[in-house]
């Protein structure tokens, strides 16, 4: 067996630190073992899989998600994976891709470990483990640290069975591990092989592939290849058969004489109890009616042909079904004693058997096509009613020739939606679909929307970048799509040298949003951010680029003269009671705290006049300082802290003697003003301004809204966790503006003037 072989290899410290906090979070966490959400009224969005980078770093699947919906995710073996959204209280669930098995479930972040599983996953979100819904727009995130070693091989045991006269059956073994993208198939008439290049007839997630509509002995070709990741595809494999000649010699005779019309009662009727192998009968058959042929010697192979016995309907061993479609009249009804076509003068019992085929089978309507490149098109229907039980099959010709009842299709799915793929670039495609019912009746063909490819594609590069936040630590950047939504999202690269990336250079990180959050910034710092389309493995636009310059870091103290207490301090409770994280503590000291999520935190020492500083694990970024007691609100900020003490806002050490500092949880984000605390003291410039506005708090700014002079809201930051803040105003008309400034203990309203 060959073995194709491709590794990843990206790591991340930081999202280690992150990953971890995200664990010691989850054991604090309440565990529900029957909340189980898969109630999915909003349907799937994006509408395309998402293939998480592993890049180590959250990645956005859309900041757009409603609770109610879910995502499509390729997972691949053995990776854990963190799901996340921006809504605290959000309750998620991952199932299998057809979303009846319950994979994990709890309160955002959950984790999970694929183990041996691959290939797609449901992502659903829901307001709570009630699994209310609501269409308030939250951040759905997903992240993984790094890509597994992808093993990809080659299909084993080709083989052709059920061959027929019109049709035949290709199967194979399954691979193991499961190529992620399925197996693309090629079927010819000519005995040239498929190149790497050469656009596959079809791809599918199974291992058997139904050809119809083929032509009494003839040879024809197939081959298949896995296809794993993107790009990485094996070789093809191939094997060839021939079909059966048929059983419609000229020198058979008719018995009985008579015509026989069956009752379409769903039972057996005898046509005759004295046929013998090389005979046929005629029967009047109806239109859209499944027709059951049967002979009382189980070993006999039959025939159905038109009324002249040159064209063959079907051929098979009994029972032999055949849906009669849009046929009406007489056709032949041949038994043989084997597919070699002979005779035999034994008696035997010739049944038939007739009943509507499609009374409950529905096909969609409303056939339509979005999302049209050079490739590729994304087809899309009404779900009808009833909904088939084995899903949908699919057509798709560059010949306006509508398919027959027996035509193989190109696609099957279960979803009311599906990605053509292996188109050609300007070409006219005529689409069909069809529902497939429990009882395995199919309904007939519904021809959808006719569409071209596109020509001479080039795939667009995003336009417009802007910034819609800036502060020192963090930024949120945001472009448009230039008319055409990319198939595989957008590739960010991110420096602080204004060099810019080369086709070839890897991306920093993978988006399936126009919107990008970059975190972990160094105030005032230079950075250049560009960004790309990735319309397909092959096809990506060029690089656009965008400068901006992070803020200045807020005021605070990390000098220190030791660290106390030593040990990681991690607070027992979040009930609302101090906690004494240790007795002997000196100015200019620190210990380290560890913090949940979206909490409420006040920092105290027992001297009153100490000056407290709150940072990162690396004291590289400041969150908040203050005077004792200093009340904090943890945000999404999932890690270890620095909790600093000094003498005073001067840094200074003196007082040195030891203090008792205490840690104070609590589920209580919007406090009213707390003892200590002072006014909230911002400024707004320039004020008149145009572009951007920066707004400067003496205290963490948590929102940022802008409303016009007649109350209608505008503009909302959320999470901004900074003093420091320039926002982009550019889309805002000339006029006067209220600005409503929120922190963690109090809100103020400034009016700003747009020139």
């Known amino acids: 067996m060959k073995q194709f072989n491709r590794n990843f290899f990206q790591f991340s410290s930081k999202s280690l630190s992150f990953v971890k906090g995200i664990l010691i979070f989850l054991l604090f966490q309440p565990y529900f073992t029957i909340a189980q959400c898969t109630n999915a009224p909003y349907g799937v969005a994006p509408i395309l899989n998402v293939t998480p980078a592993c890049t180590?770093?959250?990645?956005?699947?859309?900041?757009?998600?409603?609770?109610?919906?879910?995502?499509n995710v390729i997972v691949f073996p053995n990776i854990e994976y963190t799901f996340s959204s921006s809504r605290v209280f959000d309750y998620i669930t991952i199932t299998s891709a057809d979303g009846n098995t319950i994979l994990a479930h709890g309160i955002t972040p959950i984790s999970w470990d694929s183990n041996n599983y691959s290939g797609i996953i449901r992502y659903y979100l829901h307001n709570n483990s009630s699994c209310q819904i609501d269409t308030t727009p939250r951040t759905k995130n997903i992240l993984c640290n790094s890509f597994p070693q992808i093993l990809c091989y080659e299909p084993q045991n080709l083989q052709v069975g059920n061959i027929d006269t019109n049709s035949a059956l290709f199967y194979w073994n399954e691979v193991d591990p499961l190529p992620g993208q399925g197996?693309?198939?090629?079927?010819?008439?000519?005995?040239?092989?498929?190149?790497?290049?050469?656009?596959?007839?079809?791809?599918?997630?199974?291992?058997?592939?139904?050809?119809?509509?083929?032509?009494?002995?003839t040879t024809y070709y197939c081959w298949v290849r896995s296809s794993c990741f993107f790009d990485l595809q094996t070789d093809w494999v191939g094997i060839n058969f021939t079909t059966s000649a048929g059983c419609n010699p000229s020198g058979n005779t008719l018995f009985p004489s008579a015509t026989f019309t069956p009752n379409c009662s769903g039972n057996d009727q005898v046509i005759t109890n004295s046929a013998r192998a090389g005979q046929y009968s005629n029967v009047s058959i109806t239109s859209n009616r499944l027709y059951t042929?049967?002979?009382?010697?189980?070993?006999?192979?039959?025939?159905?042909?038109?009324?002249?016995?040159?064209?063959?309907?079907?051929?098979?061993?009994?029972?032999?079904?055949?849906?009669?479609g849009s046929n009406s009249g007489t056709i032949r009804?041949?038994?043989?004693?084997?597919?070699?076509?002979?005779?035999?003068?034994?008696?035997?019992?010739?049944?038939?058997?007739?009943?509507?085929?499609?009374?409950?089978?529905?096909?969609?309507?409303?056939?339509?096509?979005?999302?049209?490149?050079?490739?590729?098109?994304?087809?899309?229907?009404?779900?009808?009613?009833?909904?088939?039980?084995?899903?949908?099959?699919?057509?798709?010709?560059?010949?306006s020739t509508p398919p027959s009842l027996f035509s193989q299709p190109i696609f099957t799915t279960?979803?009311?939606?599906?990605?053509?793929?292996?188109?050609?670039?300007n070409a006219t495609y005529y689409t069909w679909v069809r529902g497939v019912c429990d009882n395995g009746n199919k309904a007939s063909w519904t021809q959808g929307q006719t569409f071209t490819t596109l020509s001479n594609y080039s795939c667009p590069s995003p336009t417009v970048i802007q910034?819609?936040?800036?502060?020192?630590?963090?930024?949120?950047?945001?472009?448009?799509?230039?008319?055409?939504?990319?198939?595989?999202?957008?590739?960010?690269?991110?420096?602080?040298?204004?060099?810019?990336?080369?086709?070839?250079?890897?991306?920093?990180?993978l988006l399936n949003d126009t919107v990008l959050f970059l975190n972990n910034?160094?105030?005032?710092?230079?950075?250049?951010?560009?960004?790309?389309?990735?319309?397909?493995?092959?096809?990506?636009?060029?690089?656009?680029?965008?400068?901006?310059?992070?803020?200045?870091?807020?005021?605070?103290?990390?000098?220190?003269?030791?660290?106390?207490?030593?040990?990681?301090?991690?607070?027992?409770?979040?009930?609302?009671?101090?906690?004494?994280?240790?007795?002997?503590?000196?100015?200019?000291?620190?210990?380290?705290?560890?913090?949940?999520?979206?909490?409420?935190?006040?920092?105290?020492?027992?001297?009153?006049?100490d000056f407290i500083t709150i940072t990162n694990e690396n004291g590289t970024i400041i969150y908040k300082s203050g005077p004792t007691p200093l009340h904090w609100n943890s945000s999404n900020v999932v890690e270890t802290i620095r909790f600093y003490n000094?003498?005073?806002?001067?840094?200074?050490?003196?007082?040195?003697?030891?203090?008792?500092?205490?840690?104070?949880?609590?589920?209580?984000?919007?406090?009213?003003?707390?003892?200590?605390?002072?006014?909230?003291?911002?400024?707004?410039?320039?004020?008149?301004?145009?572009?951007?506005v920066v707004i400067e708090s003496n205290e963490v700014i948590q929102t940022i809204e802008l409303f016009n002079l007649l109350g209608q809201q505008v503009k909302s930051f959320k999470n901004v966790n900074d003093l420091n803040v320039s926002i982009n105003t550019s889309s805002l008309q000339i006029g006067t503006y209220l600005i409503k400034i929120t922190s963690e203990t109090s809100q103020k309203t400034l009016k700003w003037i747009k020139i």
């Open 467 to 509: 910034a819609d936040i800036i502060s020192s630590y963090h930024a949120k950047l945001s472009w448009n799509t230039n008319g055409i939504s990319p198939h595989q999202g957008f590739e960010y690269y991110l420096s602080t040298t204004n060099n810019a990336p080369g086709s070839s250079t890897p991306a920093t990180g």
């Open 646 to 692: 000094h003498t005073n806002s001067a840094c200074s050490n003196a007082n040195n003697f030891n203090r008792t500092k205490t840690v104070k949880c609590d589920d209580d984000l919007f406090l009213s003003l707390p003892e200590n605390s002072v006014p909230l003291e911002t400024i707004v410039y320039p004020n008149p301004g145009g572009t951007s």
């Open 521 to 609: 910034l160094t105030p005032n710092t230079n950075y250049y951010v560009w960004v790309r389309s990735v319309c397909s493995a092959t096809s990506k636009s060029s690089w656009i680029a965008f400068p901006f310059t992070t803020n200045t870091a807020p005021f605070g103290c990390t000098t220190h003269l030791n660290v106390t207490p030593q040990s990681l301090y991690f607070p027992t409770n979040c009930d609302g009671n101090e906690y004494v994280m240790t007795t002997t503590a000196n100015s200019a000291s620190y210990g380290k705290v560890r913090i949940l999520p979206n909490k409420h935190y006040t920092f105290r020492s027992t001297v009153n006049s």
């Open 333 to 399: 009804y041949y038994i043989h004693k084997n597919n070699n076509c002979e005779a035999e003068a034994v008696n035997r019992t010739r049944y038939i058997k007739c009943s509507v085929s499609n009374q409950s089978c529905v096909s969609p309507n409303s056939i339509s096509v979005t999302d049209i490149t050079n490739q590729q098109a994304t087809l899309f229907w009404n779900i009808p009613t009833p909904q088939p039980g084995e899903g949908y099959e699919i057509y798709r010709s560059t010949n």
């Open 293 to 324: 042929f049967r002979s009382s010697n189980t070993n006999d192979h039959l025939t159905i042909t038109n009324s002249s016995g040159t064209v063959i309907y079907k051929t098979g061993p009994t029972p032999l079904n055949w849906l009669s």
């Open 414 to 425: 279960n979803e009311s939606v599906i990605t053509l793929t292996g188109l050609n670039s």
């Open 183 to 217: 197996y693309h198939y090629y079927f010819s008439e000519v005995d040239t092989p498929p190149t790497a290049s050469t656009i596959p007839t079809g791809v599918i997630a199974g291992t058997a592939v139904s050809f119809g509509d083929l032509q009494p002995n």
């Open 56 to 71: 180590g770093s959250l990645q956005t699947i859309t900041s757009q998600a409603k609770a109610g919906e879910y995502s």
